[in-house]
C-alpha cells in the first residue's frame, strides 16, 4: 500500500489502522527520521535542521533508507508506506524497487482542503517517549499535555508550527503533487 496526501491528510492515523487490519508492515519515513533524531544518530544529526525547517530530506538517503527497510522480514507479507514517495525521483526509484521484489502496489490519495491541513497540523501534539499523536480540539489527551499512554509531557513537533506548515505544504505542492 501506499499513502500519498499533504501533510495533516491522515496518512499517519490511516495507515496505522490498515496496517492492523491487514498485518502488513508500517514503514513512516517521517517516524524513522524522527527515530533516528531522537536516538542522535548520524543519519538523525544530518536531517534534524532539515526538518525542523520543514525542509525534505534528500531522495537519496530516503530511497536507501526504504531499500534497505523493505528487506526486513516483517516486510514479507507486504507493506505500507506513509511519506514515501515524496518527489518523482523517488517514485521512479520505488518503481524499480516494486518491479525488482515483484510486487502489487495500491495507491491511495488523501485530498484535504488547505484550511483542514493548517488547523490539523497547528494543533497536534506527539509524545517524543511514545510516539502517540493527540489533537488539542480533535482527539484531545485525557491530561492536558500529558501522553495517555505513558504519561509524559506532550510537545508540538518544529515541523508543525504554523510558518514550518506553511513551507512543508509549498514543498508538497511543487515536489509531491507531481508525483500524483
Same mark, same amino acid.
Given at each position: =500500500?501506499?499513502?500519498?496526501?499533504?501533510? *495533516?491528510? *491522515?496518512?499517519?492515523?490511516?495507515?496505522?489502522?490498515?496496517? !492492523?487490519?491487514?498485518?502488513?508492515?508500517? #514503514?513512516?519515513?517521517? +517516524?524513522?527520521?524522527?527515530?533516528?533524531?531522537?536516538?542522535?544518530?548520524?543519519?538523525?544529526?544530518?536531517?534534524?535542521?532539515?526538518?525542523? !525547517? *520543514?525542509?525534505?530530506?534528500?531522495?537519496?538517503?530516503?530511497?536507501?533508507? /526504504?531499500?534497505?527497510?523493505?528487506?526486513?522480514?516483517?516486510?514479507?507479507?507486504?507493506?505500507?508506506?506513509?511519506? =514515501?514517495?515524496?518527489?518523482?525521483?523517488?517514485?521512479?526509484?520505488?518503481?524499480?524497487?516494486? &518491479?525488482?521484489?515483484?510486487?502489487?502496489?495500491?495507491?491511495?490519495? =488523501?485530498?484535504?482542503?488547505? +484550511?483542514?491541513?493548517?488547523?490539523?497540523?497547528?494543533?497536534?501534539?506527539?509524545?517524543? !517517549?511514545? &510516539?502517540?499523536?493527540?489533537?488539542? +480540539?480533535?482527539?484531545?489527551?485525557?491530561?492536558?499535555?500529558?501522553?495517555? $499512554?505513558?504519561?509524559?509531557?506532550? /510537545? $508540538?513537533?518544529?515541523?508543525?508550527? +504554523?510558518?514550518?506548515?506553511?513551507?512543508?505544504?509549498?514543498?508538497?505542492?511543487?515536489?509531491?503533487?507531481?508525483? #500524483?
Amino acid at each position: =500500500f501506499l499513502l500519498l496526501g499533504p501533510p *495533516g491528510a *491522515g496518512k499517519g492515523t490511516q495507515s496505522a489502522i490498515i496496517a !492492523r487490519r491487514t498485518g502488513v508492515a508500517r #514503514i513512516s519515513t517521517g +517516524e524513522m527520521l524522527r527515530d533516528a533524531i531522537a536516538r542522535q544518530t548520524p543519519l538523525g544529526a544530518q536531517v534534524a535542521p532539515l526538518m525542523e !525547517r *520543514g525542509s525534505l530530506v534528500p531522495d537519496s538517503l530516503l530511497v536507501a533508507l /526504504i531499500a534497505e527497510r523493505v528487506t526486513e522480514p516483517d516486510c514479507t507479507n507486504g507493506l505500507l508506506l506513509d511519506g =514515501f514517495p515524496r518527489t518523482v525521483n523517488q517514485a521512479e526509484a520505488l518503481d524499480l524497487l516494486v &518491479q525488482e521484489r515483484q510486487m502489487e502496489l495500491v495507491v491511495l490519495n =488523501f485530498d484535504v482542503p488547505r +484550511e483542514v491541513l493548517l488547523r490539523r497540523l497547528s494543533g497536534r501534539r506527539w509524545c517524543p !517517549r511514545c &510516539q502517540a499523536t493527540y489533537h488539542l +480540539e480533535n482527539s484531545p489527551p485525557k491530561r492536558t499535555g500529558l501522553c495517555d $499512554q505513558c504519561g509524559s509531557s506532550l /510537545i $508540538q513537533r518544529a515541523d508543525d508550527q +504554523e510558518d514550518v506548515v506553511a513551507r512543508r505544504l509549498q514543498a508538497y505542492d511543487a515536489q509531491t503533487v507531481p508525483v #500524483i
